[in-house]
Each structure stands twice: as structure tokens, then as C-alpha cells.
């Protein structure tokens, strides 16, 4: 093994308050956006609930309303708390903030060549137009399905 000591000491900045992120704008954005991932864990978390609860509807020869009890429970007791409404809001206006962010992040972060034997990369608004007309077709795809099985 080396006996080679190291007389280097690392610089540690000190770190004047916890809201050292509050002074810069840009630093602000990021905490925000990353706070977003809270509420989408809030979103998955309530669609897990739901599955669960269609999990507890029993095959059984009782009524189908007595059968689907749990999962009628959780669309009109759960769902329909306003509360629970509100903070739906909330999470779907995050999502579309992040989204709006991460699309316009994308272009910096990965690079797309106009062919192999180029190294020209794409103009960023082809980028982003190419995930807007993604967003907007999954979501009126969603939608369609949703609507024509109810």
C-alpha cells in the first residue's frame, strides 16, 4: 500500500443559511421543479389506491353494487372530497409546469444530429415541437379511450 500522505485540505464552502437557494432565481426554478416530484408521487400513490381497491371487489354472489363497494367508495368518498379535488389540481398544474420545463430542457441535454455523417445537430424548436405534438397526441389518444368506454 502507498505511504503516500496527502497535505491537501479540500475547500468546503461554508453554507451561510438554509435558504441559500432563495437568493438566485435559477436556483428557485429548480426547487420548484424539483418539488413537483412530491405531488407526482402523490398522483401514483392515489392510482395505486384505486387498483387496490378494485382488487377487493369480491366475485361473489352478492349485488354488483354490494360487490364493488371498495372501488365505489373510492371513486365517490375519496375522490369526491374536495379536498382531494383541490389537490388533484395542484398536481396536474405541476406536472404540466414540469413538463413545459423538461421539454425546454431537453434540447441542452441531449443532442440530435440531423443524419450520422453530420454533426449539424437539430434546430431546438424541432425538439420541442416534436415532444409538444408528443404530449398533446398521448393525451388525445387518453382521452378518446376514456371517453369511448365509459
Not at 378494485?54 to 354488483?64: Q, Y
Not at 409546469?97 to 424541432?126: C, D, G, Q
Request: hydrophobic share 55%; net charge positive; proline share 7%.
Amino acid at each position: 500500500m502507498s505511504e503516500v500522505k496527502s497535505y491537501r485540505k479540500p475547500y468546503n464552502p461554508p453554507v451561510k443559511k438554509m435558504t441559500w437557494w432563495t437568493e438566485n432565481p435559477f436556483y428557485i426554478m429548480y426547487m420548484v421543479r424539483e418539488g413537483t416530484a412530491v405531488l407526482a408521487l402523490f398522483a401514483v400513490l392515489e392510482i395505486v389506491l384505486g387498483i387496490f381497491m378494485i382488487g377487493l371487489c369480491s366475485i361473489s354472489p352478492l349485488t354488483p353494487a354490494e360487490a364493488a363497494a371498495p372501488y365505489i367508495w373510492y371513486l365517490q368518498n375519496f375522490l369526491g372530497n374536495p379536498l382531494i379535488i383541490l389537490l388533484n389540481v395542484v398536481v396536474l398544474i405541476s406536472q404540466i409546469y414540469h413538463a413545459i420545463t423538461w421539454f425546454s430542457l431537453m434540447p441542452k441535454a441531449v443532442r440530435v444530429f440531423m443524419n450520422k455523417n453530420s454533426t449539424e445537430l437539430l434546430p431546438e424548436w424541432v425538439v420541442k415541437s416534436g415532444l409538444y405534438a408528443a404530449l398533446a397526441g398521448t393525451t388525445v389518444f387518453i382521452l378518446v379511450v376514456a371517453f369511448l368506454t365509459v
